[in-house]
């Protein structure tokens, strides 16, 4: 048993008192009586000319008990002196091998290397490290070891742990370890993912159904698991060379790290302490490794030995490479010394990753002693990423083991298979040395994967697996594998794969990374493959994951991805998969490049001034930062408050964010081609209510930023004062936006008091004030004029404003009206930007559309759809290329500015009618122009408006115009003889139409609106109606007499549905109220937790189903009422509903195993288990209605955003 660290160190620092005064001979007596040491090393101290040096050498080689019968033995011959020296640090308890267990136990289990097989202690360093540790002990805080590479961090940050009472005082919670190295934030996610992993095993399994899949998700698993489950654990972080990662894991935990940086924890909040490591040891210690690998007693080590480890120059990794060497070829001492003196390795260079000459030349010699197989395979890890592990089951065992064994490479054998892995040091010389054999080592690379995967998956339950899934690409490219690379990238089974693991940034940064390679095989492919990713990507963000090839069937048919859909969805089908394919041309195109789904709640964003970025903030209190090409994540600050807005300054260096009432500023800066962030400055009690926007000058020759309030003021701040400079007052209501001139001379903004006023930068007075609410003046409406935003034209001689349904152009200098814009459907105008390159003018509009006008034209030229609410922000980049919107709907798109163009696309509401007729479909829908869309026979308009129209098709002409409701007309229906038309109004009345004669009957006594009828019976003889209302009625009626048959009293709210059973003898309705009824055997089907607004009965009339604004669809057995089961997902979505909103409709299969039910989107679902087979998303969101054929294979509805779409089954 090892001597405990504490008392190693204390006979180190004790030794020179001990030697001068105690004497070992009568010492001696005592611990032999104790068994402590043997005669025989009696006899070897008493030989010795030092024998109190020999003895204090001897117990730093025993255990703990020999150090305590040491103890008691000065006690004895009263030397307490040095009794005193010793008490303090003596242990506790003499700890067997059965007692350490625990220790080492908790160690392996954590992930903690075990000692390398050459060990020397370091007492002194293990000991500051033990010292700052301990400083943990009561709170959270950092520890940072570091030192140049190759200097025996990794290995003194193990040793300083394994340390029985510092984990017992610390972290008796548990200590892991987590090698991190050089990595991208894929891979960081898959570190935590692991990491968590290894927590979550001795939790309930059931409190975690998946592991995070973005890093936001995993730094808050790991926050709850190091806060509420692991609070006294360390956590360390070996060879850390990025900021990024120690921000990911800022959760207010005790952490360790090691790194070649000591400046990285400076990103991060909390206690710090630093230990800085030397960068070799002392030639006794280096001589020991040597002596303990090579198994030669030091005072028997050759001459030379010493020599290699001045050229050495003590570096641990280096000395243990040339040990191991001479462990199995000990005549070769002069050899290896003559290597590293003559300096003859072909392959060395000066130009080095690492310029230390020594340590590369003891890398080269290690290669070179290599025989030729075990050479080439020893190369093939050049191609290895940094800090990647590999299995033994990528290799063999055996040749892995030989590397181990001398130094040239290292395992974890605490995992199962066993990982080995390469030095940082080692990997960037094999790089040097094979640069020209880089392309045929990346061949074998793929050669292995192709091998190991011909016969099954990938999965992602596993180092390697994830090792391909994010390094594949890149070795087929740098292999010039090129048609492979072309058949990976462009495989839909392939991007399901990758994408439920890395998420749709990886996968699109791929085809940025590839697009030169890839377009070379078919230049539409790529940038088909890329749209589809980007536009459909945020729907990989699901849980559960959907189905990659069903969202591909919603591709353009002319698409590869379409194509690769169709063949698979055919393929699987044949097994009984359910697949849909989107038959109909939508006819609206997706002119937005990518949508970002940044956060949850409001958000804001912004451009950075290259455009290669946009900001984002928002309700969730944090800031993000992503690639504008791929929505990439590069970086996330958490903020203490809800964000209202954030702006970049002009060189991009600065970010400010503002909250209520507190403005932030950031430094932006670049850290290996990754993007942090870092908090400068927080400025605050200048503006006394919330800040609503902040912009920065567009220059910085004089860089100032503006920010205005709902205090009615607004502030100019110089950033090198504490306070602001200028205080801008005039407004007598909140101040909405400001925004500089382009030269930066002025400022205006923009308030709810109708008033926009331009401001001097330099002074801060008033120059001018335009009357906008003038322009609105109507003597029947006194409502404010609240100026949502300006923004100044290129030449800054006009600038135009957005208020209520409209933007308006001034000039500046004389302040008159110029323009004035109004959007399509009298809609608000929410946001306006003017282009800075160009004459377009972008407005964020109310019904969730951005249009594009020319403003020297006063023409639009582009609509914008896509988001499903309103659009509360329109930006364009800099250069004009580019242009953000961000929505309500919870993202950010992103549009190119040259391919926005007017769309001859029919935008149809959502009150459908569809006829099968055999193979032809016919829809009937009104558009937003109230023009009538249809292909059919003979059809009814409903305007909003009291009177509606008989219309023939196809001449399209009014047979008749029927006059007699004075309130909206909400739903029509003809008997089965044609000649009778029904309708229902607003008005609380029915009337039945006989259209030959004129006759009209009203059917009256609803209190409130009748949404709905339904016939009782198909035959033209049962003249019965069925009616519900708002009022929580349901009436039944006979059509021909007009009499009122029967009046219940159903529910305590509106009735949102109801439906007759396909037998007749029941009918259902749900509620407001939260419940639904059966009628007739009278049931109150109660569970459901919000309005019940769907109902539907099986064809057999055994079940019914019903679902409710909550997303939750139940089914229950009509005979007894009973619950049969609850058909919904495990965790709600992004719209906080288990069907993405209200869940409208519902429909049987005639075989009664499927239902379909809409909401936010088309679910089928299996009957028997209450399992979701397929989902469909549509382009809007909150579908009313879905039509579906008598064989339950054509579906037909339309969305929000007035989009119709025919899913047909594939067979």
Known sequence: MALDERARACLLTSRHKLEEIMKPAYLMDHMISDEAITVEEEDMITNQREQAAALVDLLLKKDNYSFRSFYNALLKEEYDELANLLKEDLPLTQFTSSSQC??????????????????????????????????LQKQPGWVTVFGMAGSGKSVLASEAVRHKELIEECFPEG?????????????????????????????????FHRPPSTLDEAKERLRFLMIRKYTRTLLILDDVWDSTVLKAVDIHCRILLTTRNRSLADVVNGSKHEVEVNSGLDEDKALEILSQLSKIEMYRLPEEALSIVKKCQGSPLAVSMIGSLLRENPDRWGYYLRQLEKKQFRRIRKSSSYNYEALDQAIAAGIEDLSDDYRDLYNLLTVLHKDVKVTDQVDTED????????????????????????????????????KNQLKSLH??????????????????????SLYWIRYLAYHMANANLFQELHSLLFSLDWISVKGQIMGPAHLINDYLEYGSILDKENNEMCSEFQEFLSLSGHYLEQRPFPDIVQLALSQPHTSEVYRQARLLAQERAKDGKLYFDLINETSVDSLSRLVIHPHQGSLYACFSNDGTKIASCGATKNLKVFKSTSGEKLSEFELPDEVVCCAFSPDDSLLAVCSFCDMLLFVVFKVWNVHQVRLLRTFQEEHKEQINHCVFTNTTRRLLLATCSNDHMGNLWNLNKPTCQNTIFGHFEPVNHCCFSPDDSYVSTSSNDGTVKLFETTSGNIWKSIDVRGMFKDPDNDDEVAVRCSSWTADGKRILCAARNAALMFDVETSDLLLEIRPSFLSTVLHCDVCPTSNLLAMALSNYAVELWDIEENAKKADCSGHLSWVERVQFSRDGSQMLSCSDDETIRLWETKKLHMTSAVFLKRNTDVLFNDDNIFVSAPDHCNRLQVRCRQLLLICIVSFFQVLPVPSGKPLATLWGHTKTVLHCQFTHNGQTLITSSEDCTIRVWNLPSGECKVLQGHKEQVRCFALLSPSSNDSRLLSWSFDGTVKVWNTESGQKLQDIDAHGGAILSCHVSPDGRLFATSSADRTAKAWQCTFTLTGHQECVRSCRFSWDSECLATGDDNGEIRLWNVNDGSLLRICSREVKDSMDSFHGGWVTDLHFSPDNSLLVSAGGYIKWWDVKDGVALQTFYPKGNALRKIHVSSDFSTFVTVDSIGILYVLQRVP
Request: charged residues 30%; hydrophobic residues 35%; negative net charge.
């Open 102 to 135: 625990p220790v080492q136990t908790l160690l392996s289990e954590g992930g903690v290397p075990p000692r390398p097989e050459a060990f020397v202690p370091r007492p002194k360093e293990e000991n500051e490290i033990r010292e700052k540790l301990y400083k």
């Open 175 to 207: 200590i892991h370890w987590l090698s991190i190295g050089r990595l991208d934030k894929p891979d960081l996610l898959a570190k935590i993912q692991t990491l968590c992993f290894r927590l979550e095993q001795n939790l309930d399994s059931q409190q």
């Open 399 to 434: 040749t892995l083991s030989e590397f181990v064994n001398r130094a040239m490479l290292f395992v974890d054998s605490q995992s199962q298979p066993n990982v080995f892995y390469l030095h940082d040091l080692q990997l960037d010389f094999l790089l040097e040395q094979n």
């Open 443 to 464: 061949k074998k690379m793929v050669e292995r994967y192709v091998h190991r995967y011909r016969d099954r998956p990938l999965t992602s339950r596993d180092e390697e």
